[in-house]
């Protein structure tokens, strides 16, 4: 690779053998990393920083188990590599609840047992936060389309939509 | 996955430099397909080149009429742009047709042409697949073919594009903008992607050293007489048996223009110009979208698991075009 290439990029490419610096916002809380580029924004999350309530699924795009917000925005966090979210601010489920307080969308999926194994819960509830920042859900039905990113294989779906719609008073 | 080095370059000619300099590298943007297929090993890139960042992020005007779509806007955002739901609604519910919210957030309108197909033996690296390792053989053919092609296929190949959004595109009429060391090009959307032939290994007409910086929509939406119908084994997040892009310009009732492109038939989405041509100047009757769809699914060909979407594809098209007629 030529120098003026080396020049034009913020992060030219490295040996294989050369873990990358990753700057991640989680929770609000910074997180200085070196990351090899493959490792996905999930993995980073529960095995280099500890945050396990973001789960891995199907590690494929396909369950939803690992939805985090990335600057606000739901996306499969399986999808995504880490080194991609340099500098981004990411909120994980640990991230929802205000010290001792749930988050709505975690007291209304308590409150409507929205959950068997609880091992979708935490994607459904960031998916369900993004929904509602999105805004584009006003029925029912809208929720279960815009939640169809989100399997639960316990099949707790009409206690999980029953949970969105009271927090968002079917007025969204 | 295998391993592999990364850059993220700052601007387009950085970036096509930076592919261009590195041996097996991609561009990754989305990632929600390559990284799928890395995961598999059935992509194997050496060096990946990240150009999420890059300013290809806009839908501005494009001075002839209609909208430019940045290659980096997400499918959400395109779907959602006030101006396209207002102008081209077909493309929007086409989007909205796939993958899941979380995807959609992610996946990008360029990223979005590039899909590779979901069969599942070129999934599946134990099995010979000719897309995935030329001369292997197609495992197919012979194999469970629910999913697979009825129209265009090759001895070769008889995998389908997966996408909606090109669906919508196809039917629209789009253009896709590229880039290179060697300068830009305008590729038709009928011209990108591409039949399998002898060569499935290649989707479409992109060199390797091209990058897609924008989407072009002709200034003819069909606001008013559309349809996207997609038939799927399931209500949502599923690829597509069989969709149609269902498009008229009418005059009263009688039709000045039809465009008609299906998803899950083929290799690309698939446009019988003739075909619609014979529409121009009939009525708008459930006989005429009959006879269409018919000389549309005229050459079609099923294996032993998809016979039933020759049916069901004729189908689809007679119930899409009355939709956008608004006869039912």
């Not at chain 1, 989680?26 to 500890?50: F, K, M």
């Not at chain 2, 459930?286 to 006879?291: G, L, P, S, Y």
């Amino acid at each position: 690779m030529s120098n003026t290439v080396q020049e034009k990029t913020t992060l030219a490419a490295q040996p294989l053998a050369e873990p990358l610096p990753v700057h991640l916002r989680i929770n609000g809380e910074d997180h200085r990393l070196q990351l090899r580029p493959w490792v996905s924004l999930l993995d980073a999350l529960r095995e280099y920083i500890g945050y396990t309530g973001t789960k891995k699924g199907c590690d494929h795009g396909q369950c939803g188990a690992c939805t985090v917000l990335v600057d606000g925005v739901r996306i499969n966090a399986c999808m995504t590599l880490a080194v991609m979210r340099d500098g981004q601010e990411i909120t994980t489920i640990e991230g929802l609840a205000n010290g001792d307080k749930l988050h709505p969308l975690q007291a209304a999926f308590v409150e409507h047992d929205a959950f068997q194994c609880g091992y979708c819960t935490p994607g459904q509830i960031c998916s369900a936060v993004g929904l509602i920042k999105e805004g584009r859900a006003k029925t029912r039905d809208d929720i279960r389309e815009l939640m169809s990113g989100n399997i639960c294989r316990c099949g707790a779906y009409t206690n999980i939509v029953d949970a969105i719609e009271s927090v968002t008073g079917g007025t969204i | 996955m295998n391993p592999f080095t990364y850059s993220r370059p700052t601007d387009v000619p950085a970036a096509v430099q930076d592919v261009a300099t590195h041996a097996e590298a991609k561009f990754i943007a989305g990632g929600t397909n390559l990284l799928d297929l890395m995961k598999e090993n059935v992509m194997k890139p050496h060096h990946l080149v990240d150009i999420s960042r890059l300013a290809l992020n806009k839908i501005e005007e494009n001075g002839k009429g209609g909208l430019r779509l940045g290659a980096l806007v997400t499918n959400a955002a395109t779907a959602y742009h006030p101006e396209v739901e207002k102008r081209y609604p077909l493309l929007s519910k086409a989007i909205l047709a796939g993958a899941s919210p979380q995807l959609r957030n992610m996946a990008t309108d360029g990223g979005n042409l590039l899909q590779r197909t979901r069969c599942y033996y070129f999934y599946d690296v134990a099995t010979p697949c000719n897309k995935r390792e030329p001369g292997s053989g197609c495992s197919a053919i012979k194999g469970y073919n629910r999913i697979h092609a009825i129209l265009g296929a090759s001895e070769q190949c008889i995998a389908t594009h997966p996408s909606d959004m090109c669906i919508a595109l196809a039917a629209l009429n789009a253009t896709v903008l590229v880039t290179s060391k060697r300068g830009d090009r305008s590729i038709p959307f009928a011209e990108f992607h591409r039949l399998p032939g002898d060569t499935p290994q290649l989707d479409n007409t992109l060199e390797p050293d091209e990058i897609i910086t924008a989407i072009d929509l002709p200034e003819k939406g069909f606001a008013e007489n559309h349809t996207y119908l997609k038939i799927r084994d399931r209500a949502s997040y599923a690829f597509a048996l069989v969709s149609v892009a269902a498009a008229l310009e009418l005059e009263g009732n009688t039709i000045r223009e039809a465009r008609i492109a299906l998803g899950g038939v083929a290799h690309k989405p698939w446009r019988n110009e003739a075909a619609e041509a014979s529409l121009a100047g009939k009525p708008a009757t459930k006989e005429n979208f009959q006879q269409v769809a018919g000389m549309i699914i005229s050459g079609a060909k099923g294996y032993e698991h998809n016979q039933f979407k020759i049916e069901l594809a004729k189908r689809a098209i007679v119930r899409a075009l009355s939709q956008a007629a608004k006869l039912i």
